[in-house]
Nanobody, 125 residues
Framework: QVQLVESGGGLVQPGGSLRLSCAASNVTLDYYTIGWFRQAPGKEREGGSCISSADGTTYHADSVKGRFTIYRDNTKNTVYLQMHNLKPEDTGVYYC??????????????????WGQGTQVTVSS
């Protein structure tokens, strides 16, 4: 139901920075819990960062905590993932996801989300 478009992926050197964008045209994202997930080749999708619609709390997986920031720009109806100090193990397809129906599970879990198409992030020298 939620139409999401991710952008901003690409090739970056280790230690570099990248900002991913998640935009929607058919819903107001401020009313949705938004998560950024990633999937490395041959591995399961995992939660990275998310922001709750209920109270605005942000959450980060231990693997990205202190390096990634998730925030909203409501004037652009866009959610961003700012990534710093990127590492080769951050490589993968990054997915934006939106959840509008309350689910009694923390937002780094995949249950109940609508998904964007994904954008590739490659960290390599």
């Amino acid at each position: 139901q939620v139409q999401l478009v991710e952008s901003g992926g690409g090739l970056v050197q280790p230690g570099g920075s990248l900002r991913l964008s998640c935009a929607a045209s058919n819903v107001t994202l401020d009313y949705y819990t938004i998560g950024w997930f990633r999937q490395a080749p041959g591995k399961e999708r995992e939660g990275g960062s998310c922001i709750s619609s209920a109270d605005g709390t942000t959450y980060h997986a231990d693997s990205v905590k202190g390096r990634f920031t998730i925030y909203r720009d409501n004037t652009k109806n866009t959610v961003y993932l700012q990534m710093h100090n990127l590492k080769p193990e951050d490589t993968g397809v990054y997915y934006c996801a939106a959840r509008g129906v309350p689910v009694n599970v923390m937002c780094l879990m995949t249950r109940g989300y609508d998904w964007g198409q994904g954008t590739q992030v490659t960290v390599s020298s």
